[in-house]
């Protein structure tokens, strides 16, 4: 499938998963959902097909931040919530990486939602992987913006009492182009996530449920687990009906105004009536809805909710720099000091 960005330069030989593997040693928990994620990460950048040296990882500070190491390419460990700013800054003086930015749900919404509710709306062409395990991992415990209500931690004796972020509704407000939302028991889907990402001119956001098992085992279970997954998770594909339950039997409808759950054969439901996945549409309304549904009333969807093309921050940078570059009577740094008002002393 051809790619609608070609700015980064394709390699003219065949990478492999080994090409990507470092020689670090990784020191995430055992049974970690971050291992499937590196794991689906060296799956899809040799699919890419980007050559090795135009890859670079960007972090910030927590469980999620020891990527970099991680991965055989370029990278930068930043600093806690910085890792926007930082791949923005990568992505501008070089258009001809690929950079992908690894987060943590405290890291991205918390210290650094400022700067990732802004990379989102300035569309800079850069991909977000979010590490959602509503929990501050590295640190040991305590509650993160994405804890759900109630929940006992560390930090939160009693239950927290605060309203987490559902981060697709937080994406979807900041005008994001590109979400997806992925579990983390499942290296196909993220894979096929992250393929797309990379094909999306602009930020792309993938929020993978990822399980702790230290410090919140099980806090995706009553969704992604193999008991409840048939009623509890539906998986988009482009172009075809929203359904799911075991023999997909369910299916999701548009009611006026707002997503209802039906099945087929009852109440005069057949398939026509189930709602068909565009994740290219520029409305974001229906994705937006899509983002927002969770059990016990609906299934979590998962897959890419959305991918609409819009301009790009740096390719609009870019265009700037060379309409100055041709237009502009200032060649050098003697004719810059010697523009505009100008005095001998």
């Known amino acids: 499938m051809d790619f609608v960005n070609m700015t980064v330069e394709r390699s003219n030989v065949q990478l492999s998963k080994t090409d990507f593997e470092s020689d670090q040693m990784v020191k995430w928990c055992p049974g970690c959902g971050a291992h499937a994620i590196l794991a689906a990460v060296e799956r899809v950048f040799p699919k890419i097909g980007y050559r090795k040296e135009n890859f670079c990882i960007i972090s910030g500070i927590g469980c999620s931040s020891r990527f970099p190491y991680y991965v055989n390419t370029y990278g930068i460990h930043g600093i806690h919530g910085r890792a926007a700013a930082i791949s923005t800054g990568v992505k501008i003086a070089n258009p001809r990486l690929s950079v992908w930015m690894a987060t943590g749900d405290g890291d991205s919404l918390a210290i650094g939602g400022n700067h990732f509710i802004h990379v989102i709306r300035r569309n800079v062409d850069i991909n977000i992987l979010l590490f959602n395990n509503q929990i501050y991992g590295l640190t040991k415990g305590q509650y993160s913006p994405t804890t759900p209500m109630g929940k006992v931690t560390k930090t939160s004796p009693q239950g927290t009492i605060e309203h987490p972020f559902t981060v697709g509704e937080l994406v979807m407000g900041a005008q994001g182009t590109f979400f997806a939302r992925v579990p983390d028991n499942n290296i196909n889907l993220m894979t096929d996530a992250m393929f797309e990402a990379a094909r999306h001119d602009g930020t792309s956001i993938i929020e993978i449920m990822q399980n702790c098992i230290i410090f919140a085992d099980k806090a995706h279970s009553n969704i992604t687990g193999k008991d409840v997954k048939d009623e509890a998770m539906l998986v988009l594909k482009n172009g075809e009906?929203?359904?799911?339950?075991?023999?997909?039997?369910?299916?999701?409808?548009?009611?006026?105004?707002?997503?209802?759950?039906a099945e087929i054969g009852k109440n005069g439901i057949t398939l026509d009536d189930i709602l068909v996945h565009d994740q290219y549409n520029q409305d974001p309304g229906i994705h937006l809805m899509?983002?927002?549904?969770?059990?016990?009333?609906?299934?979590?969807?998962?897959?890419?909710?959305?991918?609409?093309?819009?301009?790009?921050?740096?390719?609009?940078?870019?265009?700037?720099?060379?309409?100055?570059?041709?237009?502009?009577?200032?060649?050098?740094?003697?004719?810059?000091?010697?523009?505009?008002d100008t005095w001998e002393i």
């Open 241 to 261: 009906p929203m359904l799911f339950g075991k023999n997909h039997e369910k299916g999701i409808i548009l009611h006026d105004t707002h997503l209802e759950v």
């Open 290 to 340: 899509l983002a927002k549904l969770a059990p016990p009333q609906f299934p979590m969807v998962f897959g890419v909710i959305r991918s609409a093309m819009y301009p790009t921050y740096d390719d609009l940078v870019g265009e700037q720099i060379k309409y100055a570059r041709e237009t502009s009577n200032i060649r050098n740094v003697d004719d810059l000091l010697n523009s505009g």
